[in-house]
């Protein structure tokens, strides 16, 4: 299995709904990512897992919550969004080391194609 | 600052022609950078790869070349495609390798491809 899978691949809610996003890999990745994209714009890194553990957060609202239940799995929760938090949410991941597919030694990011997030 | 841009937004080559899509950074402390693809509707797809100790990298139909005294990248597609339509993105290590191998990568702003017939 070589891909990052995420459901749902659409999902629509209100302000006062909880729901979460699902992310899937089993290449043995041991480092994973949230990635949130607007229209006509480039990813912006959310969160970064690494085994486990969250090691990055760029000081994403509180209304975003990951969690890392396993190795192979990534969670995005969400809680009371806003309608500026619709967005196309991607999630990677890559391989702690060692030579990726492309012969490059440094750690190449997967993606998954996306949950497109409407909040209305 | 941390930045990665690209010179032109959008980019239309005739069907057969090669293509040139150019990248623009910042960090001079950066050491790796990738090209993605995106098409509609889908996730970045990774085209190649190059490290920073390297000029120049080879692919199937696509060749990336790093400049680093003027701190450019530039991705070249032999024989363009229809199936080669999408946005490219160019995207750079921001920091080492950290905290157990997860990186940090920084995407510029994206560059539309569109192959006429």
């Known amino acids: 299995d070589t891909e990052v899978t995420q459901t749902p691949k659409h999902l629509v809610m209100g302000m006062t709904n909880k729901k979460s996003l699902k992310c899937e890999q089993h290449m043995g990745h041991r480092a994973m990512y949230w990635y949130k994209q607007k229209a006509k714009k480039p990813p912006e890194l959310m969160f970064v897992y690494s085994y486990e553990k969250l090691s990055i957060n760029e000081s994403v609202p509180s209304r975003f919550s990951p969690e890392c239940p396993n190795s192979s799995l990534l969670n995005l929760h969400l809680h009371a969004l806003q309608p500026e938090d619709s967005a196309l949410y991607l999630c990677a991941s890559s391989p702690r080391g060692g030579t990726g597919p492309s012969g490059s030694s440094y750690n190449e990011q997967f993606f998954g194609p996306g949950t497109r997030l409407t909040v209305l | 600052g941390e930045s990665v841009g690209l010179h032109l937004p959008t980019l239309s080559v005739q069907e057969g022609d090669n293509s040139i899509i150019n990248c623009a950074y910042s960090?001079?402390?950066?050491?790796?950078f990738i090209w993605y693809k995106q098409e509609s509707g889908k996730g970045p797809q990774f085209i190649i790869d190059i490290r920073s100790n390297m000029d120049k990298r080879q692919g199937q139909r696509v060749t990336v070349l790093l400049n680093k005294t003027v701190k450019h990248l530039s991705l070249q597609i032999a024989a363009t495609q229809p199936g080669d339509s999408a946005v490219y993105f160019c995207a750079e290590n921001a920091e080492s390798p950290v905290i157990q191998g997860a990186q940090k990568l920084v995407f510029g702003q994206g560059t539309r491809l569109t192959i006429n017939p």
């Open positions: 960090n001079s402390a950066s050491d790796y």
